[in-house]
């Protein structure tokens, strides 16, 4: 069955006379216990297209159904069954954190104790400071608050919206085990980020760029598509062989990608030659090998394609 | 000479120590990336080296100048961006810079010449009367460098510059920066994005409010076995004890 369902959304704001598109024409699925990402940078329509599914907004046109219920005509339905974390924190700062819980769970007719079971793994790391104000928490603890909340009524589809921007690396990936662990509950999520390397601990994504999907699939599904050849080119000068490479006829495409450049060329032909060329450029200890592309460079590829079409 | 040379390094607020006898120093022209887990000391840290906040203890001098004596010329010689605050929404793009220009001490005629120079560079010509809301946050990042790099400072401080811009202007992004050190530009950079640390000549990570490891990304990779800059700072900080409570 179909957790939520979404068919030409579509969504305009005007700002000082002129309109801006939020969201073009927007379809997808997403089955029910599914963990999909919505990945895209910042203005790519994310927040708008869950501010929509949660019955905080209206489409200008289009239909959405969340756990069978229409956004429009069954919108109180909706905001019993589903959880929703916002970008920006939107507890209450001066409540603390028992009180946020036990606020939430009173809102949606249930208690801390019924439903504690859903929250205690995420909740424990979060107990001791039950007395201290929502607003003096750090950042991570907040994240944790705010989850705990969305939690709380035990909702059948969770919205997350950028839980992991800003956060480092290690909290990052806490994060997603406890996302992991909650999809074991049954519950279908559904969470926004703009880091791509985010993409692989999804069933589904969703890849987002301008209010358009530029693709959506499983994350093996969305790499088996890269159409090109890629390359990854090393030399020690790593700014010089970008700058080099960038002028270079046959290149296509040329990114900086951690330690080494990946590249496509127009045609794979003549590698000899280019790297003669680079060779007589100066690049030294050159190296190209093939590799297979990861979201990202698919991600960059759409991208470009969007802007020749 | 030294961009940057700290020595111990130390702030502490009440009992609380963010900062823990840090020591390290930054060749002129050098990229250097400032990793760490959120609560480390990576904001307390770079606000001292701006002169922006008073540390405890220890030594260190920005652009050839100390930290406790000469705060005002160390705030003069450094440009500084950050993701969550850089230009003035409700400005234009011209009054942006010619704010910043009056605010790093250049002469109208140089904010004139500088103008032209870098709304050609960023290709800004027709929106040079825009408000800085106007514009999509990719563009806005590139201008917020470009502001910030106007008077040609000797360092810049860039704080998570990329966050939230899609992965095309990323690079571009950091093809600036690039060139920016080609150039001579010391830049000392925040980051979550692993692959960017990849981009640094040299990173350090902190953990706890002390640096637990300093060095070139490959040598960093070679002593923790690690495949990726990711992989070395997740060894690392998983070793942290405080949690950024």
Redesign the interface.
């Known amino acids: 069955m179909t957790a939520v369902e979404i068919k030409n959304i579509k969504k305009t704001f005007t700002?000082?006379k002129?309109t801006i598109t939020a969201l073009q024409d927007i379809s997808f699925e997403v089955n029910q216990g599914e963990l999909f990402g919505l990945i895209?940078?910042?203005?790519?329509g994310k927040t708008t297209l869950f501010r929509i599914l949660t019955t905080l907004m209206l489409a200008d046109s289009g239909i959405a159904v969340v756990d069978g219920y229409d956004v429009v005509k069954d919108f109180k339905e909706i905001r019993k069954r589903v959880g929703y974390m916002p970008g920006r924190f939107s507890l209450y700062q001066d409540l603390t954190v028992e009180e946020n819980l036990s606020f939430f769970a009173t809102l949606f007719n249930t208690s801390i104790e019924e439903n504690y079971d859903l929250i205690k793994d995420i909740y424990v790391q979060i107990e001791k400071?039950r007395k201290r104000k929502a607003g003096a928490?750090?950042?991570?603890?907040k994240q944790k608050l705010a989850l705990s909340c969305a939690l709380i009524h035990k909702p059948s589809v969770l919205f997350l919206d950028e839980p992991t921007?800003?956060?480092?690396?290690?909290?990052?990936?806490e994060f997603w085990d406890l996302l992991h662990n909650l999809q074991q509950q049954k519950i279908t999520i559904l969470v926004s980020t703009?880091?791509?390397d985010e993409a692989s601990l999804c069933d589904r994504v969703a890849l987002i760029?301008d209010g358009r999907i530029l693709d959506i699939d499983s994350p093996h599904g969305i790499t088996k598509k890269f159409k090109h050849t890629l390359w990854s080119a090393r030399a020690e000068n790593?700014?010089k062989l970008?700058t080099d490479l960038n002028i270079q006829p046959e290149v296509n495409s040329c990114?900086?990608?951690?330690?080494e450049h990946h590249v496509t060329f127009k045609t794979v032909d003549n590698l000899k030659s280019i790297e003669a060329r680079l060779n007589q450029l100066g690049n030294k200890s050159l190296k190209f090998e093939q590799i297979t592309a990861g979201i990202?460079d698919c991600?960059?590829d759409l991208?470009?394609q969007q802007k020749i079409v | 000479m030294k961009a940057i040379s700290v020595q111990n390094l130390t702030k502490r607020f009440g009992s609380f120590t963010a900062v823990d006898k840090i020591t390290f120093d930054v060749a002129q022209g050098e990229i250097f990336g400032f990793l760490?887990?959120?609560?480390a000391g990576k904001t307390t840290a770079m606000r001292m080296l701006c002169g922006l906040s008073m540390p405890t203890s220890g030594e260190a001098t920005v652009a050839g100048f100390d930290l406790y004596k000469n705060a005002e010329k160390i705030k003069q010689s450094i440009g500084y961006m950050s993701q969550k605050f850089s230009l003035y929404e409700d400005l234009t793009i011209r009054e942006n810079i010619r704010f910043y220009g009056g605010i790093y001490g250049l002469s109208n005629s140089e904010i004139k010449v500088k103008t032209e120079r870098l709304v050609n560079s960023l290709n800004l010509e027709d929106k040079l009367n825009s408000l800085v809301k106007?514009l999509?946050?990719?563009w806005k990042q590139k201008l917020s460098f470009s502001v910030a790099m106007i008077h040609d400072p000797k360092i810049v401080f860039l704080d998570?510059p990329t966050?939230?811009?899609?992965?095309?202007?990323r690079?571009e992004f950091?093809?600036m920066i690039?060139e920016a050190?080609?150039l001579g530009t010391t830049v000392f950079v925040t980051t979550?994005?692993?692959?960017?640390a990849?981009?640094c000549n040299r990173v350090s990570i902190m953990v706890d409010g002390q640096i637990d490891a300093l060095g070139a990304?490959?040598e960093l990779k070679n002593r923790y076995s690690a495949a990726?800059?990711?992989e070395v700072?997740?060894k690392l900080?998983?070793r942290?004890k405080r949690?950024?409570?």
């Open positions: 700002v000082e002129s895209g940078s910042d203005g790519a400071f928490l750090s950042g991570g603890m921007t800003g956060v480092d690396a290690v909290s990052r990936r703009p880091y791509m760029q790593m700014y970008l990114y900086p990608f951690g330690q990202e991600f960059m991208m470009e | 760490g887990a959120n609560g106007s999509p946050l990719g998570e966050g939230g811009v899609d992965p095309i202007t690079r950091w093809t690039f050190a080609n979550h994005y692993m692959d960017e990849e981009y990304p490959l990726d800059m990711g700072f997740l900080a998983r942290a949690g950024d409570d």
